[in-house]
């Protein structure tokens, strides 16, 4: 392989002041995290400017191209070269490089961090964009609008040449903007919210709604190979399963069908706001996409915002279905994702559930009983679950609470 | 955990286990190798295929062929006798309630240019009746297979009456899929009745993994793995002595016991069914002339199934149903639909099954559970 090093240029990053050690610091964390993970021999470090991974000649370049695409906080990844410093190895490394893209007009940039080298960049860059020329049939040179600039860098301990870059993941670094508590249900849409979330910096709590013996104690299985997989974009997952049997039952023996799904949604948000308010965890997260289903119109969101002030962060919101799925194929859910096990029974389907559903019905349907109870001892029993390395989810003992 | 699917597998018996591990260290050699050891293993798997016929009272003529399993055997059975005699005939027939490794194996056979008839079930029979396969048979059918038990329903098939019907179809060879009836009672049809039966040993407290084949020496299906030509040629590959030796026994084991247990889990399946009986509005029990009282079945009429398998392992009950709790695929019973029960009843069937390690104050604690979960479930016609 011709490279050497990979240059990770770090995005939005740029913007932020003092902060700017911290966001690296993350990023190379989670860069180490997949590399210790699938390159083992890899490792990766950083300046204030960049972070660096050297290439072991054994390595597949795309596949780590592709492994790190997925990282969040890495905006561009760059394959450079290294070289002797003299200009007959300089030319050699150039035209093999070029030699692998395609393109019209090129330029030549060079930068000589090490001012004491005796050459020029000028000349450097003259004698280079010769032999490109003299080498490389029917293209010209183009200082102001190049196809491709062969970027070339002259080190005290070596020169660097690039002539491509390819698109990261881009967004933040793992865990830098801040908690959200995702509300998953083990289909195909929340892990891809997650996923997107991630991919924004978000760190993420999972809470997950269990209804014994109406769903499927299998379904825990299920989440934690889903989780498993997200895993890769945070170092520390934790699942928390509300029991909602009870509320479930309650909502059903007190509501009209056609309201039982909203009601639903409504006393779910009201468990995770609460426990949210617990965990010091300022937002919430759901996988809904704009009427998807009955659940997730307008109207309806706003029927269920209605109990709580917390934001509520909808990554789907606007996405399609079948978009939705790509991306769940992409990171590797979409399998886990369709296998049966449902987070919510059959039963529990109206068969046809309101489309607009309004606030004040709502409020009707829930003087009829005192769901508080229910509420604070749903919150009470849930049972948290922290994610292992092989994949497996450890039950946590009870914080005591003070 | 109180155990009631021990149609689906049972935990090996200890007198089993002992003896295995006696003999894996004293027949570990290949019976091919030429050695004394070898001999030695040798010998003792030919013992081992005696002792069965012996213990199913067959003909120590009949031929025994160790497998992995009853899919294996039903596999080799079906495809290799069908392969082998395709030249008399390519017309097959068998049952819409069969195991699926009958029924897709004949899908198999299908695609290979067979004819296959699936005849339905009796609904008061739960098996099929003697008439109906006395209709399918034509001249150019060369092999039948009906099993013995149903692995889901319990119902016991005549297999005497199509032998009968089967004597003036000389090219007809009779299988039959022995897996839930290998000493199961004074009911159980009779070994000799077929052509050639299949089990498997961990359905009888036996090491899993293994299966048997037991047919008539004229049979010769055709092999379906290739290579050291073990087993008559019929099944390559080394010969795990020991666990053949382990087959032996355990059927031995059954045998002794049959009697004692058979009793024990009539009274422990009537309790049950006289229960289910009693609530007709909410159950429906799935009887027959002949059922084995190892099984029982019954539909859940306003509840579903998975939800109380769910409930009833939350309690640390373990019954079995066809379908998982999921809307996208929901599965029904085949036999149950075989034989033109309502798919909404198929589809939230029930089976318990037992053996010696059930007892009756077990099922007090099912049948609390049961009622309990009859008072509390909420109905899935909501």
């Known amino acids: ?402 | 955990m109180l155990y009631f699917d021990s149609a689906a597998t049972l935990p090996v018996k200890d007198s089993v286990l002992s003896f295995y591990a006696e003999a894996s260290h004293r027949f570990f050699a290949n019976s091919g190798s030429l050695h004394e050891e070898g001999r030695k293993a040798a010998k003792e798997l030919e013992k081992a295929r005696r002792d069965i016929l012996q213990t199913l009272s067959l003909p120590l003529s009949y031929k025994v062929i160790f497998t992995s399993g009853a899919t294996e055997s039903n596999n080799l059975l079906i495809k290799g006798l069908a392969r082998r005699y395709a030249g008399r005939g390519k017309h097959i027939i068998t049952s819409l309630g069969e195991h699926p490794s009958v029924l897709k194996t004949c899908k198999q056979l299908e695609k290979e240019g067979f004819s296959v008839t699936y005849l339905s079930l009796d609904s008061s029979l739960g098996a099929v009746s003697p008439s109906t396969l006395k209709e399918a048979l034509r001249k150019d059918t060369i092999l039948v297979s009906l099993m013995a038990i149903n692995n889901e329903t319990g119902a016991i098939s005549p297999l005497e009456e199509y032998q009968q019907i089967l004597s003036s179809y000389p090219k007809a060879i009779f299988h039959s899929d022995f897996t839930q009836s290998m000493f199961k009672g004074p009911l159980t049809p009779p070994y000799q009745a077929v052509d050639a039966l299949s089990f498997s040993s961990h359905k009888l407290g036996g090491i899993k993994g293994h299966g048997v084949i037991v047919m008539k020496e004229k049979l010769d299906p055709f092999p379906i793995l290739d290579g050291g030509g073990q087993e008559y040629g019929y099944r390559s590959g080394t010969v795990d002595v020991p666990g053949a030796m382990s087959v032996a026994f355990a059927l031995k084991e059954c045998q002794k016991e049959e009697k004692e247990v058979t009793n024990k889990v009539t009274l422990i399946r009537q309790k049950i069914e006289n229960y289910l009986l009693e609530h007709k509005e909410d159950y429906k029990v799935h009887s027959f002339p002949l059922t084995s009282p190892y099984i029982l079945n019954f539909s859940l009429i306003h509840q579903k199934s998975a939800v109380l398998l769910e409930y009833l392992s939350s309690k640390g009950i373990a019954v079995s149903t066809v379908s998982a709790c999921s809307s996208k695929k929901e599965e029904a019973s085949a036999p149950l639909l075989a034989m033109g029960e309502s798919l909404a009843l198929a589809k939230n069937s029930i089976r318990l099954s037992f053996s010696s390690l059930n007892s009756l104050e077990e099922v007090d604690t099912l049948l609390m559970h049961l009622e309990e979960a009859r008072k509390t479930l909420v109905d899935r016609n909501l």
């Open chain 1, 1 to 402: 392989m011709i490279y050497s090093h990979l240059i990770l240029h770090f995005g939005e990053l740029s913007t932020k002041g003092l902060n700017k050690g911290y966001f690296i610091g993350e990023l190379v964390r989670s860069i180490n995290r997949m590399l210790k993970k699938k390159y083992p021999s890899l490792r990766a470090t950083s300046d204030h400017a960049h972070a660096y991974i050297a290439l072991k000649e054994e390595i597949s370049l795309s596949a780590l191209l592709s492994s790190l695409e997925d990282i969040p906080g890495i905006q561009r990844i760059t394959p450079v070269c290294q070289s002797e410093r003299d200009l007959d190895s300089l030319k050699k490394n150039a035209l093999l490089l070029m030699k692998e893209e395609k393109f019209s007009t090129f330029k030549v940039h060079v930068r000589r961090p090490d001012h004491t080298f005796p050459i020029s960049g000028y000349e450097i860059a003259r004698t280079l964009g010769g032999a490109v020329l003299a080498n490389i049939p029917s293209i010209s040179v183009d200082v102001n609008h190049p196809e491709c600039t062969l970027e070339v860098e002259i080190r005290s301990d070596a020169a660097y040449l690039s002539c491509h870059s390819y698109p990261g993941a881009g967004g933040y670094p793992s865990g830098c903007a801040g908690r959200s508590l995702m509300l998953l249900s083990g289909g195909i849409d929340s892990p891809v919210a997650s996923y997107l979330l991630f991919r924004r910096g978000l760190r993420l709590d999972f809470l997950h709604f269990a209804a014994p013996p109406y769903t499927s104690s299998a379904v825990i299985d299920k989440l934690a190979d889903l989780l498993h997989t997200l895993s890769a974009y945070q170092e520390k997952i934790l699942l928390h399963v509300v029991p909602f049997t009870n509320l479930q039952l309650s909502i059903y023996e007190h509501t009209d069908e056609p309201y039982c799904i909203t009601l639903m949604r409504r006393m779910m948000l009201r468990i995770a706001s609460i426990y949210a308010e617990e965990k010091h965890i300022p937002s919430l997260a759901t996988g809904e996409s704009v009427g998807q289903v009955a659940s997730q119109t307008v109207e309806s969101m706003r029927a269920i915002n209605a109990v709580t002030s917390m934001p509520i962060l909808r990554p789907l919101v606007a996405m399609d279905k079948l978009e939705i799925m790509k991306v769940a194929k992409k990171i590797g859910t979409y399998d886990i994702s369709i296998r049966p096990y449902e987070d919510c029974c059959t039963i529990f389907k109206p068969k046809k559930p309101k489309t607009k559903p309004k606030e004040k019905e709502c409020l009707f349907y829930e003087s009829r009983w005192d769901y508080n109870l229910q509420i604070e001892e749903a919150v009470e029993q849930i049972k948290s679950y922290q994610l292992q390395e092989d994949g497996t989810l450890l039950l946590l003992e009870k914080e005591n609470k003070q």
